[in-house]
């Protein structure tokens, strides 16, 4: 059975991702820091991450904490809080992860 020419003339969406963020910048690494060992009382490491499904980067906050779930679960509904005052639209340039101990 032959393919119908009405076939060949259907136009596909392109799904075009997001440019990636020119503004991802260090600039508010030190409070992130001072702000991240405050709250958590543990060391703090900031490293570069790509994301696998856009072509974007952002910035893993990483740091240990002891506490229960509870405690960990406050503790980090404050952090984005405090990073959301601080930084606005800009809090989507950070993600965390807390090691809990």
Not at 22 to 31: K, R, V, Y
Request: one cysteine or more.
């Amino acid at each position: 059975m032959p393919l119908s020419s009405d076939c060949a003339s259907t136009r596909v969406t392109v799904f075009e991702p997001p440019s990636p963020n020119p503004a991802l910048t260090e600039t508010a690494h030190p409070q992130v820091i001072e702000l991240t060992e405050r709250l958590f009382g543990g060391s703090v490491s900031i490293d570069k991450e790509d994301d696998p499904e856009y072509p974007a980067q952002y910035f893993v906050v990483s740091t240990r904490a002891s506490g229960t779930i509870e405690e960990l679960v406050a503790k980090t509904d404050t952090w984005h809080r405090a990073i959301r005052e601080a930084l606005g639209d800009r809090i989507n340039d950070y993600r965390l992860i807390v090691d809990p101990q």
